[in-house]
């Protein structure tokens, strides 16, 4: 504890203890108290010195609360104590919300096995014939192949299209 205990009972509540406290405006202020006064007295006296009002602040030392009871025989002298204020607002709890539609389902990519056979044909001579049309573009370069569909041909890749217009059609 921060208070010798060798010392007599009555003697012990006399005794003077030094605390360091960490204000809002990032100054650091030594205070000396008697060893059997509580959090409430160095409020009071950091009040005094700050002007923050003794009831919005919050002490707190190893990530703890302290309440104006706690007495300060219980912390170790010389501790560093941090200074919060109580902020206005926070809200209630809110009641989970029940979603009337269900969610979205993603697309899962499958996995074709051998599906660069698509891309070639090869013939009874052992002629192979290219299937897909590579990308021009210089992004994609060679072996990435443009997909096929019924009104144009799109590139995954890069995003190339090249639209197909049928006969009588016009834009």
Known sequence: MGINHRLP???RDRVKMQFFVKSLSGKT??????????????KSMIQQREGVAAAVQRLSFGGKTLTSETLLSTIPAMATLDMNVDLLGGGKKRK????TTPKKIKHKK???KLA?????QVDGNGKITRLRRE???ETCG????MAWHHDRQYCGRCGLTYVFKKEGETA
């Open 9 to 11: 009972v009555a003697l």
């Open 29 to 42: 202020l030594a205070v000396n108290v008697e060893a059997g006064a509580s959090i409430s007295n160095v």
């Open 96 to 99: 989970k919300k029940t979603y």
């Open 116 to 120: 660069v056979l698509k891309f070639y």
């Open 135 to 137: 990308c021009p573009s």
């Open 142 to 145: 060679a072996g990435v192949f």
């Open 110 to 112: 499958r996995k074709v």
